[in-house]
């Protein structure tokens, strides 16, 4: 994967070969939903029938179909809990894998800017926010979308008032919440920079504990925490704010779709145009329409930490290895007999270009010849040593293996 990828197509690479379990997943859902819209209407039968004085045996058939359907949907959910955990699992640990390679192909530039707590956060902890991206997130929002459509429906069946009030207040709360949501992506994508390159830091200084202590500079690292921990609270806040506003809509939202409803159900019901049973499945399709939203809003918020995942995943996958392989065949099984000379050779770090590393360093190594380096801390010593098996390739001049070590194949140096 050289390229970012969308979080379409992120999502179809990684189901396609599950195709046949998710369409299961799917249906499953579905099924639920379908029941979910279908059991109403049985209470409403029931408490009409109890009104019209039907027979009890009548209405005990009635109440055991209602409770039979309620324990099929439940059944139905908890298959699809199950059936999308495995998705998820199956799907994220194949995005692990291949991400995790990809990193590993990299070359040292990219090793040397992120560190390895900054890529195991991202590498891990960005795949884990996508858990329910792959096995439910996509298809409950569509569900739950059907979901609103069908309860809208059939309000509108009841009332065309109460279903013109109740779609116009709908339409509304999820304007605002998909205004919301545009605005808190970038915000939650922020946090979780700033959490990768906590956890970096986190990593470095455990390793580097004996050289912080032995240099004194337990003052300069706790500093250092201090202000990634204030910008980690920080981001974390803004995104929070976030959080609560989209929480706070369907409260609201709802809150004037029951006094709407409410008020035309109990002017129709005293002028005897509506039964108990009609009113009693209003209040419940309004019910029905408030946790599908309420969900929306909670899928809304895993959509906003998915995508910042995903934008981050895509980043990693885009970053491509600037040392390639020669074009020259393979060395021979045995390099005896092959000199090794350094031609006029200088290099520097890349993110340090104005400071080289070395500079003009020019001999050639015979066949048999052993050479050592001597030399303080920092002098280059072991960049020699990464330069010949091509952990970097040189600023300038060159590195010759019998032909240029840039010309062979990476897997032979």
């Not at 291949?98 to 192909?105: F, P, Q, T, V």
């Not at 069946?157 to 999820?174: F, Q, S």
């Not at 009609?278 to 998915?306: C, G, K, M, S």
């Not at 390639?324 to 060395?331: N, T």
Request: charged share 20%.
């Amino acid at each position: 994967m050289s390229t970012e990828k969308s979080p379409t197509q992120l999502l179809l690479t990684y189901l396609r070969p599950q195709k046949w379990t998710a369409a299961l997943l799917a249906l499953l859902v579905l099924a639920a939903i379908v029941l979910q819209l279908i059991n109403p209407q049985v209470m409403r039968s029931f408490l009409d029938g109890v009104q019209n004085n039907r027979p009890l045996a009548e209405l005990l058939r009635i109440a055991a179909l209602f409770i039979a359907l309620a324990l099929v949907r439940q059944l139905f959910q908890l298959a699809s809990t199950y059936v999308g955990e495995q998705v998820a699992w199956t799907a994220t640990n194949a995005l692990r894998a291949d991400l995790a390679l990809h990193c590993l192909k990299l070359d040292m530039s990219f090793h040397k800017v992120h560190k390895p707590g900054e890529l195991i956060e991202r590498v891990d902890g960005d795949i884990n926010q996508l858990a329910t991206f792959f096995s439910q997130l996509v298809i409950r929002l569509t569900a739950n979308f059907l979901l609103c459509l069908g309860a809208l429906i059939l309000l509108w069946t009841i009332d065309w008032r109460i279903g013109l009030t109740v779609m116009v207040v709908t339409a509304v709360g999820l304007y605002i919440t998909r205004h919301i949501n545009r605005l808190a992506i970038p915000r939650v994508q922020a946090l979780r920079e700033v959490e990768a390159t906590l956890f970096g830091y986190i990593e470095e200084w455990l390793n580097g504990t004996e050289t912080i202590r032995s240099n004194a500079a337990e003052p300069y690292i706790m500093q250092r925490l201090y202000r990634l921990l204030r910008e980690r609270w920080q981001r974390g806040h803004h995104s929070m704010k976030m959080t609560v506003a989209i929480n706070l809509i369907p409260h609201s939202v709802f809150a004037l779709a029951y006094i709407a409803v409410f008020t035309i159900g109990a002017w129709r019901f005293t002028n005897s145009q509506i039964s108990v049973g009609t009113l009693y499945v209003a209040f419940y399709y309004i019910d029905l329409l408030r946790d599908p939203l309420w969900q929306f809003t909670r899928q809304i918020e895993e959509l906003q930490r998915a995508m910042a995942s995903i934008n981050r995943i895509g980043e990693l996958f885009a970053q491509q290895p600037t040392i390639h392989d020669g074009r020259l065949e393979r060395l021979p099984a045995t390099t005896h007999g092959m000199k090794v000379e350094f031609d006029q050779l200088s290099f520097a770090y890349a993110d340090e270009p104005e400071n080289p590393v070395l500079q003009e360093i020019d001999f050639t190594l015979t066949p048999g010849t052993v050479l050592g380096l001597l030399g303080r801390t920092g002098s280059g010593k072991t960049t020699l040593t990464k330069l010949l098996i091509r952990f970097y390739d040189p600023t300038a001049g060159a590195i010759r293996l019998g032909n240029g070590v840039t010309q062979v194949d990476l897997r032979d140096v």
